[in-house]
Nanobody, 124 residues
Framework: QVQLVESGGGLVQTGGSLRLSCAASGRTFSNTAMGWFRQAPGKEREFVTVISAKGFTTSYAKSVKGRFAISEDNAKNTVYLQMNRLKPEDTAVYYC?????????????????WGQGTQVTVSS
C-alpha cells in the first residue's frame, strides 16, 4: 500500500506562487508515474500534470503549461508542484496520485493511489 500526503496549499493573490509537496510512504514502486489533479466545486477532477518514473517525461494541461512545473526528489520520495502566476481559475483542491503502471495518463481513473488533497485558493 502506498500513502500519499500533500502539503503546501493555501491562500494567495492573483499572480502569486505556491509550491505543493506530495510525500510518498509505504510500498513505493520504482516504475511509478506521479500525477497532480485538481477539482473545483461542482466540477470534475481534472488533470494538471504528470511525471513519469525516473522523471524522463512530463506532461501538462494546456491551462497550466508555462506556469506550473512538476519535479521530484527520489531520495525523499517526494513530488513537487511549483505553481507560478496563479489565477483565480486555479482555485481547487489539488491531489497527487500514483500510477504504478507508469502509463503517464491524463485520466484520473488510471491512478491507483491518491492523497487527501490540499486546498489552493487564488484571490482576485
Amino acid at each position: 500500500q502506498v500513502q500519499l500526503v500533500e502539503s503546501g496549499g493555501g491562500l494567495v493573490q492573483t499572480g502569486g506562487s505556491l509550491r505543493l509537496s506530495c510525500a510518498a510512504s509505504g510500498r513505493t514502486f520504482s516504475n511509478t508515474a506521479m500525477g497532480w489533479f485538481r477539482q473545483a466545486p461542482g466540477k470534475e477532477r481534472e488533470f494538471v500534470t504528470v511525471i513519469s518514473a525516473k522523471g524522463f517525461t512530463t506532461s501538462y494541461a494546456k491551462s497550466v503549461k508555462g506556469r506550473f512545473a512538476i519535479s521530484e526528489d527520489n531520495a525523499k520520495n517526494t513530488v513537487y508542484l511549483q505553481m507560478n502566476r496563479l489565477k483565480p481559475e486555479d482555485t481547487a483542491v489539488y491531489y497527487c496520485a500514483a500510477d504504478p503502471e507508469n502509463s503517464i495518463s491524463t485520466n484520473y481513473r488510471e491512478y491507483d493511489y491518491w492523497g487527501q488533497g490540499t486546498q489552493v485558493t487564488v484571490s482576485s
